[in-house]
């Protein structure tokens, strides 16, 4: 008998930022009709984006795209003072779709600099996060990723430092980069919570995937940092790992010799992707389906103010995981 098995992580895929995001964009096509004007992909995923094209929404490069006027929604990674200025240059009806946890960074860039200090921001350089906080202090801001960057840095020793780091980066890469900071820089600080709860939580969870089973499977878009960043951790800890953007890409030459296959999703991946990869591998003969047993997540971000019903007043509350982006061609 087969006694393939599939195992589900919890928790995994949506996070608050990405809910709030995507509803953002949602609230923002029911109030003013399409289009609606996104700067950037709205979180990282190939099918949320699609889906929402396909109701009206418009995503551009840059805000120069976006016609005088038009309503422009800013990307949950958020976006520099300059891009902020930009549209507001050209008279565009701006929402802001940034997740809280990264507007706390900037907030954070911008009191260390005006504290006379170097930031360290540990990230990846044209992330479009780390291109939103760098914009905060250009002059005072040096983006670094690993330990060799950390030996690399013309900075005397003793030059008041603070460390900020990108909010969706591997927990254990990075406490050994701050580590390396702290041992060479006799000056510094940092807030050290800077990775959001989601990647941490999502994180932990593939750990344990990854030690019980002999293949862990992530849905996710290629561009999605967290994502990639949760199967480095999968392969980090002895299992094989790989980054499947839907059912679609599942490369059957991973299930060789394999009787157990974790999976788990980035938190701008939506469910319906897992349960089309899920569906899959049923069919395939991986049809024991176990749930982790994890952490129940309860972060709710509430949405901007300037979204309330313009009759009741009342502000919409973010959507759940699950009410968003059904498969293409469904209904809501
Ligand atoms: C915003 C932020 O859209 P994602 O795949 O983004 P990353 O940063 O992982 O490429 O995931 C959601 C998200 C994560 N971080 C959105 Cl700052
Ligand atoms: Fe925000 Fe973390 Fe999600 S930074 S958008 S809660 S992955």
């Known amino acids: 008998m087969n006694t393939s098995s599939v195992v589900l992580a919890q928790p995994r895929g949506f996070c608050a930022g990405v809910r709030r995001a ?3 964009v949602e609230r923002a096509l ?23 094209q396909r109701r009206g929404a418009v995503f551009v490069d840059s ?33 802001d779709a940034t997740c809280p946890l990264v507007s706390k960074v900037h907030q954070e860039a911008v009191r260390f600099a005006r504290d ?23 002059d005072r801001i040096i983006v670094i990723e690993t330990e060799d960057d950390v030996r690399r840095l013309g900075l005397p020793d003793d030059t008041p430092v603070a460390v900020l780091t990108q909010t969706t980066l591997s927990f254990d890469e990075t406490e050994r980069v701050v580590e390396a900071l702290r041992a060479r820089f006799t000056d510094l600080i940092t807030p050290g919570d800077d990775i959001c709860y989601a990647s941490q939580n999502r994180q932990n969870a593939v750990k344990d995937l990854a030690r019980d089973n002999d293949l862990v499977l992530i849905v996710g878009s290629h561009n999605s940092s967290n994502s990639l960043r949760m199967v480095e951790v999968a392969r980090d800890h002895g299992a094989a790992a790989h980054l499947v953007p839907d059912e679609e890409h599942l490369d059957l030459a991973w299930l060789k010799d394999v009787s157990s296959v974790g999976v788990s999703a980035g938190a701008s991946a939506p469910e319906i992707l897992v349960i089309g990869l899920v569906a899959r591998l049923a069919e395939l003969g991986f049809d024991q389906i176990g749930f982790q047993r994890g952490a129940a997540e309860d972060v709710v971000f509430s ?28 209904k809501r």
């Open 63 to 95: 805000e120069e795209e976006v016609p005088e006027g038009a309503v422009c929604v800013f990307s949950a990674h958020g976006v520099s003072p300059g891009v902020r200025s930009a549209a507001a240059d050209r008279q565009l009806d701006v929402i």
């Open 30 to 52: 029911d109030l003013h009709g399409a289009p609606v004007y996104v700067r950037k992909e709205i979180v990282h995923n190939h099918h949320i984006v699609s889906e929402l």
């Open 116 to 138: 006379g200090r170097t930031i360290l921001l540990v990230g990846h350089e044209g992330h479009e996060e780390v291109e939103g906080v760098l914009g905060e202090a250009p």
């Open 22 to 24: 995507i509803g953002i």
């Open 303 to 330: 949405m901007p103010g300037r979204l309330a019903d313009p009759v009741t007043g009342r502000i919409p509350s973010t959507p759940l995981a699950g009410e968003i982006a059904p498969a293409p061609g469904g």
